[in-house]
T-cell receptor, first 109, second 115 residues
């Protein structure tokens, strides 16, 4: 079972930042938080991951709370092409991802 | 680099028939994974290969499913005989040994419909 809780859906205006929350209150000390997204008719796409520190790459930023019980994925300037299902995953085993239901992000013009 | 390639992209078969799905991972990726999403459910892990060896097949639903990875390159997933509940999208993913923490690359999936 997934160890994360995400809102089922969110809307965001094009050009604005999209902030997607995730709760993972039972996360263990050595478990990473991963974010993937799935755009319609495509396979899941890796976005970013982190353990304790905040992380940033060309796609997004990941903010992890100090107690590691929650995190936020930030898409700084959302575009229509960012409309997708976003999955927050606590990697319980290095070679097995456990997907939850994810958050449907709708970016609107 | 070429991505993870899966084919066919779509397959419609009758209940009781056999279907074989194929996955070509990114060249040089020793790790290969199969996942699937059946209708209305979440994406679920099926199994993991390291080169030609099955590392973890705990997610395989039953013995109607057989996965192989001969020579440690491409992989096949055979469903025999197919049942209605096998309908869904089957995803393959791959990763490099030593870079698994950086996430997998998924293919676009094979949509299987059993009628």
């Amino acid at each position: 079972d997934a160890k994360t809780t995400q809102p089922p859906s969110m809307d965001c205006a094009e050009g604005r930042a999209a902030n997607l929350p995730c709760n993972h209150s039972t996360i263990s000390g050595n478990e990473y938080v991963y974010w993937y997204r799935q755009i319609h008719s495509q396979g899941p796409q890796y976005i970013i991951h982190g353990l304790k520190n905040n992380e940033t790459n060309e796609m997004a930023s990941l903010i992890i709370t100090e107690d590691r019980k929650s995190s936020t994925l930030i898409l700084p300037h959302a575009t229509l092409r960012d409309t997708a299902v976003y999955y927050c995953i606590v990697r319980v085993a290095i070679d097995k991802l456990v997907f939850g239901a994810g958050t449907i992000l709708r970016v609107k013009s | 680099e070429a991505g993870v390639t899966q084919f066919p992209s779509h397959s419609v078969i009758e209940k009781g028939q056999t279907v074989t799905l194929r996955c070509d991972p990114i060249s040089g990726h020793d790790n290969l994974y199969w996942y699937r999403r059946v209708m209305g459910k979440e994406i679920k892990f099926l199994l993991h290969f390291v080169k030609e060896s099955k590392q973890d097949e705990s997610g395989m639903p039953n013995n109607r499913f057989l996965a192989e990875r001969t020579g440690g390159t491409y992989s096949t997933l055979k469903v025999q005989p197919a049942e209605l509940e096998d309908s869904g999208v089957y995803f393959c993913a791959s990763s490099q040994e030593g870079r698994k923490y950086y996430g997998y690359t998924f293919g676009s999936g094979t949509r299987l419909t059993v009628v």
